[in-house]
């Protein structure tokens, strides 16, 4: 089993609606969680922290739910620009520092 | 603000040729990490550094060497380049190990390997 699994997608979502999509994490101990957007061809950047209460960024709204093991990412009113893949981080704290594991990714499709 | 920079952004090389990929940051960054991303694996981490001449072996190390001279500096080597390391590579740096510290990235160099 994966450390990090995510849906590969693509969600195609028409301009305007809802989408929201989920990655699963196996080690029980990891202590911090974010979600990074990748464009095409592009590096990764970090999107959002995720927190225990869950927490919202404008159109973005990020939760964690421990207990199964795994985090959530909701995109509102989808936007053209928000086509692109996200990967999901899971950290680990471990004695060299922590240990960033990535999933494959979900690829989110905006369309008119 | 330049942030990570990676040098080159492309490249293609023939099997056996060796290569060095340059990584360099401007913010004072403790901490940098070489990763390849290949389709539907998500990002793995090669290699990794936590401060000046200091290096360790991350999740795929094999057939590659680093070297950190300089804090600004992170160096990926291929000694003897295999088509399996054709792949996207990325650098990226942090200010600390800690979890809520996230990473900054380079725009990655594409090297194929024939």
């Known amino acids: 089993r994966k450390e990090v699994e995510q849906d590969p997608g693509p969600f195609n979502v028409p301009e305007g609606a809802t989408v929201a999509f989920n990655c699963t994490y196996s080690n029980s101990a990891s202590q911090s969680f974010f979600w990074y957007r990748q464009d095409c061809r592009k590096e990764p950047k970090l999107l959002m922290s995720?927190?225990?209460s869950g927490n919202e960024d404008g159109r973005f709204t990020a939760q964690l739910n421990r207990a199964s093991q795994y985090i959530s990412l909701l995109i509102r009113d989808s936007k053209l620009s928000d086509s692109a893949t996200y990967l999901c981080?899971?950290?680990?704290?471990?004695?060299?520092?922590?240990?960033?594991?990535f999933g494959g990714g979900t690829r989110v499709l905006v369309k008119p | 603000n330049a942030g990570v920079t990676q040098t080159p952004k492309f490249r293609v090389l023939k099997t056996g040729q060796s290569m060095t990929l340059l990584c360099a940051q401007d913010m004072n960054h403790e901490y940098m990490y070489w990763y390849r991303q290949d389709p539907g694996m998500g990002l793995r981490l090669i290699h990794y550094?936590?401060?000046?001449?200091?290096?360790a072996k991350g999740e795929v190390p094999d057939g590659y060497n680093v070297s950190r001279l300089k804090k600004q500096n992170f160096l990926l080597g291929l000694e003897s380049a295999a088509p399996s390391q054709t792949s996207v590579y990325f650098c990226?740096?942090?200010?600390?190990?800690?979890?809520?510290?996230?990473?900054?990235f380079g725009d990655g160099t594409r090297l194929s390997i024939l």
């Open positions: 995720v927190y225990s």
């Open positions: 990226a740096s942090s200010l600390s190990p800690l979890g809520n510290q996230p990473q900054h």
């Open positions: 550094s936590v401060g000046e001449g200091t290096t």
């Open positions: 981080v899971v950290s680990l704290l471990k004695a060299a520092g922590n240990k960033l594991t």
